[in-house]
């Protein structure tokens, strides 16, 4: 009862962001329903007149229906140079077309042949025979399939908030990242509720279509272009720079950063667009030309994008000379100074059992390696600088490896199912939960300073970036950030406002 009131209050609080994010996930559902509509039910006709090819373009179409879907709108940022709700709505439309394109072959395939030869004898042309006979007899089959593929794109639609397409999935995401109910139900009731009414209005238009040819159903998809149609031609605006953020807090505070700093001093329009996964997501948006600059740390530049290790023992300087020298030789891409904070990886469990365990340090756990278990994020443990690397370095595996989301880590140690998480040690959650950093006395992990990375064209073409960007050179403690992503984790703060309150109080904004 208490999670449902909370997310009551937030609703009450958020109810502006709420019927955005609602209008978001209605248009981008209908328009790839519509885009999967016209494309399956003509697509269907057709094979039913081509059966020798059908079984060949219906396995194709299901190929695309066993692509994981977070790799798919992944995928379809670098195919199709964007990220927002046009990939979105193609990798969307993908997912649906199985079903539709289905069961529009099955319902006209399976038309009694009697009836078919009766109206061919009849003098009708194969066009008004489909049009009389075909397809008032096949509608209920052909409605199923896009029954199903509506609630299908419904409930995957949540996932387009990891590439910036909006949608009642940014805040699921959010209460993922930050292991709050309220904002996840906030996000799931409405996008099951949404299913069961699209399903419901599918329904009654099947029954009414009965004995009434196909006049209501063109009636609803008359309805639903209006609805789809009327708002794009705002969608294309961008502004001249896009500033974009991973997934968390951190990202999303220092992208505000970025965006008021450039506001201030020149006259530049600048958006934000956060929330956009992990690393490879961000590095593919950057790359498409989606966004212009993002935060990237120096240990994952290295590690994750360069595929290269520092030296054992190297020290921040050289960690971020080595990243910045390297993102300019293979990307041509510039990476402007750090700020302080170092926000690199540990190894962190609850106080009063690393206590009990008498572990300070990584190498203490290889005595309990088949006895405690490990909840990582999905990241973490495919990386050379994380579990991976922490392997080889520290020369033992654990028995018991969890992988997570990493909102849900922090969940799971704090309810017991995991004995320690990988974190970062500008986490709000280390405090919150009162972990315990354990020492790196192999240092495995390199430095991972903030620092603003962007194509060498764009400096070309705004070179005050650089000025105004390394304003942040230095800047930021460990404990600084810690508080900014606790005020927005925790205390539900909007990240553009503690962005401009640490600005202004710093002397950074006027």
């Given at each position: 009862m208490?999670?449902?009131q909370?997310?009551?209050?937030?609703?009450l609080?958020r109810q502006?962001?709420?019927?955005?994010?609602m209008?978001e996930?209605?248009?981008?559902?209908?328009?790839s329903?519509?885009?999967?509509?016209?494309?399956?039910?003509?697509?269907?006709?057709?094979l039913s007149?081509k059966?020798?090819?059908?079984?060949?373009?219906?396995?194709?179409?299901?190929v695309?229906?066993?692509?994981?879907s977070?790799?798919?709108?992944?995928?379809?940022?670098l195919?199709?140079?964007?990220?927002?709700?046009?990939?979105?709505?193609?990798?969307l439309?993908?997912?649906a077309?199985?079903?539709?394109?289905?069961?529009?072959?099955?319902?006209?395939?399976?038309?009694?042949?009697?009836?078919?030869?009766?109206?061919?004898?009849m003098?009708?042309?194969?066009?008004?025979?489909?049009?009389?006979?075909?397809?008032?007899m096949a509608?209920?089959?052909?409605?199923?399939?896009?029954?199903?593929?509506?609630?299908?794109?419904?409930?995957?639609?949540?996932?387009?908030?990891?590439?910036?397409?909006?949608?009642?999935?940014?805040f699921?995401?959010?209460g993922?990242?930050?292991?709050?109910?309220?904002?996840?139900?906030?996000?799931?009731i409405?996008?099951?509720?949404?299913?069961?009414f699209?399903?419901?209005?599918?329904r009654?238009?099947?029954?009414?279509?009965?004995g009434?040819?196909?006049?209501?159903?063109?009636v609803?998809?008359?309805?639903?272009?209006?609805?789809?149609?009327a708002?794009?031609?705002?969608?294309?605006?961008?502004?001249?720079?896009?500033?974009g953020?991973?997934?968390?807090?951190?990202?999303?505070?220092?992208?505000?950063?970025?965006?008021?700093?450039?506001?201030?001093?020149?006259?530049i329009s600048?958006?934000?667009?956060?929330?956009?996964?992990?690393t490879?997501?961000?590095?593919?948006?950057?790359?498409?030309?989606?966004?212009?600059?993002?935060?990237?740390?120096?240990?994952t530049?290295?590690?994750?994008?360069?595929?290269?290790?520092?030296?054992?023992?190297?020290?921040?300087?050289?960690?971020?000379?080595?990243?910045?020298?390297?993102?300019?030789?293979?990307?041509?891409?510039?990476?402007?100074?750090?700020?302080?904070?170092?926000?690199?990886?540990?190894?962190?469990m609850?106080?009063?059992?690393a206590?009990?365990?008498?572990?300070?340090?990584?190498?203490?756990?290889e005595?309990?390696?088949?006895?405690?278990?490990?909840g990582f994020?999905?990241?973490?443990?495919?990386?050379?600088?994380?579990?991976?690397?922490m392997?080889?370095?520290?020369?033992?595996?654990?028995?018991?490896?969890?992988?997570m989301?990493?909102?849900?880590?922090?969940?799971a140690?704090?309810?017991?199912?995991?004995?320690?998480?990988d974190?970062?040690?500008?986490?709000a959650?280390?405090?919150?939960?009162?972990?315990?950093i354990?020492?790196d006395?192999?240092?495995?992990?390199?430095?991972y300073?903030?620092?603003?990375?962007?194509?060498?064209e764009t400096?070309?073409?705004?070179?005050?970036l650089?000025e105004?960007?390394?304003?942040?050179?230095?800047?930021?403690?460990?404990?600084?950030m810690?508080?900014?992503?606790?005020?927005?984790?925790?205390?539900?703060?909007?990240?553009?406002?503690?962005?401009?309150?640490?600005?202004?109080?710093?002397?950074?904004?006027?």
């Amino acid at each position: 009862m208490g999670t449902f009131q909370a997310m009551v209050e937030l609703f009450l609080e958020r109810q502006g962001t709420f019927w955005t994010l609602m209008w978001e996930h209605v248009h981008m559902s209908l328009l790839s329903l519509l885009c999967a509509v016209l494309i399956s039910v003509p697509l269907g006709i057709y094979l039913s007149r081509k059966r020798k090819i059908a079984e060949a373009i219906i396995g194709a179409a299901a190929v695309l229906q066993t692509i994981p879907s977070l790799a798919l709108l992944g995928f379809m940022i670098l195919l199709l140079n964007q990220i927002g709700t046009f990939p979105a709505v193609v990798a969307l439309t993908a997912y649906a077309l199985l079903p539709i394109l289905r069961n529009t072959y099955t319902g006209i395939k399976g038309v009694d042949p009697a009836l078919k030869e009766a109206a061919t004898g009849m003098g009708m042309s194969s066009f008004r025979r489909l049009r009389k006979i075909e397809l008032p007899m096949a509608i209920p089959v052909i409605m199923a399939g896009i029954r199903t593929s509506m609630v299908l794109i419904v409930g995957t639609a949540t996932l387009a908030a990891l590439i910036s397409a909006g949608g009642l999935g940014d805040f699921i995401m959010t209460g993922i990242d930050r292991a709050n109910n309220a904002y996840i139900l906030l996000g799931a009731i409405p996008a099951a509720l949404l299913a069961l009414f699209f399903d419901l209005i599918l329904r009654i238009t099947e029954r009414t279509s009965q004995g009434k040819a196909l006049t209501p159903i063109v009636v609803v998809l008359a309805v639903s272009l209006l609805v789809v149609f009327a708002p794009l031609l705002s969608f294309n605006q961008k502004s001249e720079l896009v500033i974009g953020g991973k997934v968390g807090a951190e990202p999303e505070i220092i992208a505000n950063m970025y965006k008021h700093l450039i506001g201030e001093e020149t006259n530049i329009s600048v958006t934000v667009e956060s929330g956009l996964g992990s690393t490879d997501i961000a590095f593919n948006a950057l790359s498409a030309d989606e966004v212009d600059i993002y935060l990237e740390f120096t240990g994952t530049a290295l590690t994750a994008l360069l595929n290269e290790q520092p030296e054992r023992g190297s020290n921040e300087e050289e960690v971020y000379e080595q990243a910045r020298e390297g993102m300019n030789r293979e990307y041509d891409m510039s990476y402007l100074e750090p700020m302080q904070f170092n926000n690199t990886y540990a190894i962190a469990m609850k106080e009063d059992q690393a206590e009990e365990l008498g572990i300070d340090n990584i190498s203490d756990m290889e005595e309990y390696s088949d006895e405690l278990t490990a909840g990582f994020t999905f990241e973490f443990a495919d990386r050379e600088d994380g579990y991976i690397g922490m392997q080889e370095v520290y020369g033992f595996s654990f028995d018991n490896v969890e992988t997570m989301d990493q909102g849900l880590r922090t969940r799971a140690v704090e309810a017991g199912e995991v004995d320690f998480i990988d974190a970062y040690s500008t986490d709000a959650d280390v405090v919150e939960y009162n972990l315990f950093i354990l020492e790196d006395d192999k240092n495995l992990f390199p430095p991972y300073q903030g620092a603003p990375l962007m194509k060498q064209e764009t400096l070309e073409e705004y070179p005050e970036l650089e000025e105004i960007l390394n304003q942040h050179s230095g800047e930021i403690s460990d404990e600084e950030m810690q508080q900014m992503n606790y005020m927005v984790d925790y205390e539900d703060a909007d990240p553009s406002e503690v962005a401009r309150e640490y600005l202004a109080e710093n002397g950074f904004l006027n």
